[in-house]
């Protein structure tokens, strides 16, 4: 509404957005913008839906995004992707992980996996980008990754040079894995569809 | 320096700065990492309690001794201190003394959403509270002035959007440390009536003192701006949301004292436009105050009193259109959240629920265990009701229920009010079972110790509390200890228990898999050719099982190799992946 840019990361409780919203509150804050990190801890971070925000400019008011309002999502599992879509802005943009993790109701056999989500999607004009982030975490060193993957396809959009991201992610991470890192990053940022 | 903060870690920064050298504090989402935080400074003594009001009559002990002290807890959390917090208030305080309390509009991790500002009106103490980290920490670190120079302990009241929510600090000198040393002061120490009568007085005096204050002091915040026909009264995260709404476009009272409101200040603000509204989060608590002094606003009728407010719903209250966005006509299946694949609780909710008892539940992770396909929650309530409300319910049930009830608590619930409740069973004597979920750890507010875990907060080791020891020790001479991976082990003791006409208590003991010293077994895979889609796997509801085209399928991503499973399984599809089980 004022200038603020908003990012969202949504996934599943568990699947470690933590570091990732780390990684990008630490990264604005340098380049010099307000930040504000907004996540909700507790229950809902038992395998449920969960969700960041990640909103910056000049001056940031509300801790939270709201519907319309996102102008990226990044999403850590396909069906939470079309879950939070509703808050993507207009000429918004999602980048969605393929994987797939079954929620309880389909566990139970009540309800089905949804299919062809990212199609539906598309159907609708919602510029979307899907990335096995999985697969290319694993070709970086470690499942654990996929979410340096996803931050390297974010930093495509965003006119950050990726120094200064390796610098932000070598100051966050174990110093033992800032290579496995590097190599997600660079995957995340150069994968084609 | 500048640095990106959560809220509760500007409060543990703000409490630092102010000179605090104690705190005592039960768990609590949303307030837990601000004593966590704290515990990282090693200036300042930090402990959690059994519970709030032990947490709270320790740091009145602290602030006694001479020594600046804080207690957190969440909103909840406050009813339990409420005993302490409303005479706190006569005696008032000797080095300063800030509670921290913690609402979750929304309830995002909670059984209600009661507003805690009705807390500082009915004890007559100030309230501060802040809209964003920077505040946290202002104005904890400001609240031991208050504190000291008003003779009253300070509530500060944060809320999960403030909280939670990083927003950016700047770290300033600490205050120097107050000389106050402990002085026998039996007129203002000792509350008997006597004593009591005379600092009644005193509390009344102090509020008009602190209305005094929250005309002229800089807590509240005037943005006037010129023209504007709108004025808006709002505090917290509700200011946030004004602004990112409104803009510049009305002007606006910042309240930061909530408790007690100005008056002249808001009737002179109130002059200034045509047309005042009040908005704030859960109850109409400034709009009442307004109506009281004879000013007309506009406020729950306008914005809900349920729930968090958002920019959007700010907007639509005030007829803005906000953005709309994409909407995708699919019924999408909900992922509510679940007990982990190995939680340890599992096993025994499975057991209770195929034995068909009636399940009085508790405050925890195991609250999990009232969702399909377990189902096995009948009641929960607050902290330690399980065993309270067993009592009563078999009390009542002579014959029909009896035997087939059970209550459910986790080990730091046990401890927090639990164990008075099995006093109550013991001593009144109802057959009644209750079943210790003994994950050896605060579960679901992040793995907090407690005194049954033998670590205190800093990671080092303390006298850890024997459940087994306690249970006799109150009367039940039935404790049974079981693990619930053993399915068979849990059966045969559950069905002995609730035999026994007497009662019991029967401990499922495994530390939660979230542990980092528990060691996880390797995935769990079906072989397809002998499972028969029975589907009696599922009966668990393990987030890593699922059905794939028609057979089981372990997930090896989530599995953790628990075995659970493969003790339903009657035709022996799940099997080791290799490795040794468990």
Request: proline share 4%; charged share 20%.
């Amino acid at each position: 509404m004022n200038g603020t840019k908003n990012i969202m990361i949504v996934g599943v409780g568990g699947q470690g957005s933590l570091l990732a919203s780390k990684l990008l509150g630490r990264l604005l804050t340098d380049e010099g913008y307000d930040v504000k990190v907004s996540e909700v801890h507790g229950m809902s971070q038992r395998g449920g839906s969960v969700v960041t925000y990640v909103r910056y400019g000049s001056k940031v008011y509300s801790p939270i995004i709201d519907m319309g309002e996102a102008d990226f999502i990044v999403s850590f599992e396909k069906l939470e992707g079309a879950r939070y879509t509703k808050y993507l802005a207009e000429n918004g943009r999602i980048i969605v992980n393929t994987q797939e993790i079954d929620p309880m109701p389909v566990i139970t056999g009540a309800m089905e996996y949804p299919s062809e989500i990212l199609g539906k999607l598309r159907e609708m004009n919602v510029n979307v980008d899907a990335i096995d982030a999985l697969s290319l975490a694993e070709q970086a060193g470690s499942a654990k990754a996929v979410n340096i993957v996803l931050m390297g396809r974010l930093a495509r959009y965003l006119s950050i040079s990726r120094e200064k991201w390796k610098e932000a992610i070598a100051a966050i991470v174990n110093k033992k894995f800032i290579e496995v890192n590097e190599k997600a990053f660079d995957l995340g940022f150069g994968y084609e569809e | 320096m500048k640095k990106l903060l959560i809220g509760n870690e500007a409060v543990a920064r703000g409490l630092y700065e102010g000179g605090c050298r104690f705190i005592s504090s039960y768990p609590g989402t949303p307030s837990t990492e601000i004593t966590e935080f704290a515990a990282k400074n090693d200036e300042i003594y930090c402990e959690w309690a059994p519970n709030e009001k032990v947490a709270c009559e320790a740091a009145f002990g602290a602030s006694l001794g001479g020594v600046r002290a804080a207690c957190a807890m969440k909103h909840v959390g406050l009813n339990v201190a409420a005993d302490p917090l409303f005479t706190l208030s006569y005696t008032g305080v000797n080095a300063g003394m800030v509670i921290c309390v913690a609402d979750d509009p929304a309830m995002h991790s909670s059984q209600n959403e009661q507003d805690s500002r009705h807390y500082a009106i009915a004890a007559k103490v100030p309230m501060l509270e802040p809209a964003d980290s920077s505040e946290a920490l202002e104005f904890s670190k400001r609240a031991f002035l208050l504190s000291e120079e008003y003779d009253t302990p300070v509530l500060l009241r944060m809320c999960t959007r403030i909280a939670h929510a990083q927003s950016i600090v700047g770290f300033s000198e600490p205050l120097p440390l107050p000389d106050k040393k402990y002085t026998k002061n039996p007129e203002k120490y000792i509350m008997m009536p006597a004593y009591a009568k005379k600092r009644h007085p005193f509390v009344e005096k102090r509020m008009n003192d602190l209305r005094a204050l929250a005309e002229t002091s800089d807590f509240n915040k005037e943005e006037i701006h010129e023209g504007a026909q709108i004025g808006v009264i709002t505090s917290g995260t509700a200011y946030q949301y004004i602004k990112e709404v409104l803009g510049d476009s009305a002007s606006i009272l910042k309240i930061g004292l909530v408790n007690p409101l100005p008056v002249e200040r808001i009737k002179n603000f109130a002059k200034k436009v045509k047309r005042v509204i009040v908005c704030e989060e859960l109850d109409g608590v400034i709009e009442t105050h307004c109506r009281s002094i004879g000013i007309e606003v506009e406020g729950k009728s306008l914005f809900s009193q349920i729930g968090e407010l958002s920019q959007s719903s700010v907007a639509a209250s005030l007829g803005i259109k906000h953005q709309g966005g994409y909407s995708l006509d699919e019924n999408l299946p909900v992922r509510p959240p679940v007990m982990c694949a190995g939680c340890p609780h599992r096993g025994m909710y499975y057991t209770l629920a195929k034995n068909k008892v009636t399940v009085i539940g508790d405050i925890g992770c195991y609250t999990l265990g009232a969702q399909a396909p377990l189902c096995a929650v009948d009641t929960t309530l607050c902290m330690g009701a399980s065993v309270s409300g067993i009592h009563g319910f078999n009390k009542v049930q002579s014959g029909e229920g009896s035997g087939k009830t059970v209550a459910v608590i986790g080990d730091s619930t046990f401890i927090h009010s639990g164990v008075t409740g099995l006093i109550n069973i013991s001593y009144n004597n109802s057959a009644s079972t209750v079943v210790i979920l003994d994950n050896s750890i605060t579960g679901m507010t992040g793995h907090q110790q407690n005194p049954t875990t033998g670590y205190n907060i800093k990671g080092d080791p303390a006298t850890k509390i024997d459940l087994e020891t306690l249970c006799r020790a109150v009367g039940i001479n039935s404790v049974r200890v079981v693990d619930p991976y053993d399915l068979d082990e849990c059966d045969r003791v559950l069905k002995e228990e609730l035999a026994k006409d007497e009662p019991s208590v029967i401990i499922s003991r495994r530390p939660c898999v979230l542990l980092k010293y528990v060691k996880t077994g390797d995935p769990f895979v079906v072989s397809g050719d002998k499972c028969r889609s029975c589907k009696m796997c599922l009966k668990l509801g393990c987030p890593a099982i699922s059905m794939k085209n028609g057979k089981a399928h372990v997930d090896p991503t989530l599995c953790v190799g628990c075995g659970v499973c493969v003790q339903l399984c009657k035709f022996d599809a799940i099997h080791n992946s290799g490795g040794s089980m468990r």
